[in-house]
């Protein structure tokens, strides 16, 4: 019998006593409808998280369900800057502790500015990175929001395909 696997961000939702699921793949999914469909889900289930970088080297998370992306002249305004940047590979791994394809908001080294688009809440059941590639964590948006209590919310992404602007 195989021990449940443990991360960063399970032992943070076990510390707080909040309830989650893992599901492991038998490989990492190619896309996020392929992690949908793995978990049972619809693709605005799954929820991405981004890493920037701002113009003065500080990082800001931002969720966003998939099927959507984070709207840049939006996060330009609601942070006050004139440049952001997605993070790097390296950088990800460095700010979050995490591999692109498994990041979190939940288990962080550091505490991180951590944003995320509304739509993120609609469902009644989200999943997310776990902190390894090929598994998930399932979870409610109260659970997520119990679990982050200054995340900030707001409208910051637009779906795939939709012109910036």
């Known amino acids: 019998m195989n021990a449940p696997l443990q991360t960063p961000v399970t032992q943070a939702l076990d510390a707080l006593g909040l309830p989650y699921q893992v599901v ?19 693709v605005s ?30 996060l330009r305004r609601y942070l006050g800057r004139r440049r952001i940047a997605m993070a790097t590979p390296a950088e990800v791994h460095q700010v979050t502790g995490y591999p692109i394809g498994a990041v979190s908001p939940l288990g962080l080294p550091r505490p991180l500015r951590i944003l995320a688009d509304a739509r993120v809440f ?10 390894v590639r090929g598994a998930a964590v399932i979870l409610s948006p109260a659970t997520l929001r119990a679990a982050l209590p200054r995340l900030e919310v707001g409208d910051f992404a637009v779906p795939d395909g939709q012109e910036t602007g």
């Open 24 to 42: 492991q793949h038998a490989r990492p999914p190619k896309s996020v409808a392929e992690a949908a469909a793995w978990r049972g889900q619809q």
């Open 122 to 131: 609609a469902p009644d059941e989200i999943s997310m990175g776990v902190g």
């Open 45 to 74: 289930q799954v929820v991405r998280s981004l890493l920037f970088r701002l113009d003065d080297e500080t990082f800001v998370l931002v969720l966003v369900p998939g099927g959507y992306r984070a709207h840049w002249p939006t």
